[in-house]
């Protein structure tokens, strides 16, 4: 009895039994991390990484979930401040911050700073990128 509720659009042999509402009009910016993102665990999940960062695509129901986004025009004035960024955290407004250049599609990530040739190290042990603080 409880699949016949749960399991409604299967079970009445319908041919688009999960319905996850209608395509996102800025579906060309988003896509799919995970090639193994399903419409129904869009619908069930709580996980906002699951839904906003790893299966976007699917999960705003675009009908190419999987893409190659364009890189931002302005990508040649952003940078990631921290190495290893993740672009399924990128729904995350601190995230998208620190990683401007990761969730803009950039291609290099993490660009010297324009006044490197009068920067140095002020310590006589080697300096740690971890150490960094980002502002």
């Not at 976007?56 to 990508?75: L, Y």
């Not at 990683?99 to 700073?113: D, F, G, I, R, Y």
């Amino acid at each position: 009895r409880e699949r016949d509720v749960t399991c409604r659009g299967t079970c009445n042999h319908c041919k688009e039994p999960i319905k996850v509402g209608p395509v996102h009009p800025d579906c060309a910016q988003f896509t799919d991390i995970k090639t193994n993102c399903d419409k129904l665990t869009c619908l069930t999940t709580k996980s906002t990484l699951y839904k906003e960062g790893y299966c976007k695509g699917t999960c705003n129901s675009c009908p190419v979930p999987i893409k190659t986004i364009p890189p931002h025009k302005d990508c040649a004035k952003l940078n990631d401040l921290k190495p290893n960024c993740n672009p399924a955290y990128c729904y995350n407004e601190s995230h998208r911050k620190t990683c401007n250049a990761t969730c803009n599609h950039c291609l290099v990530k993490m660009k010297p700073h324009p006044d490197c040739p009068t920067m140095k190290d002020n310590y006589s042990k080697a300096c740690n990128k971890r150490w960094c603080t980002v502002s």
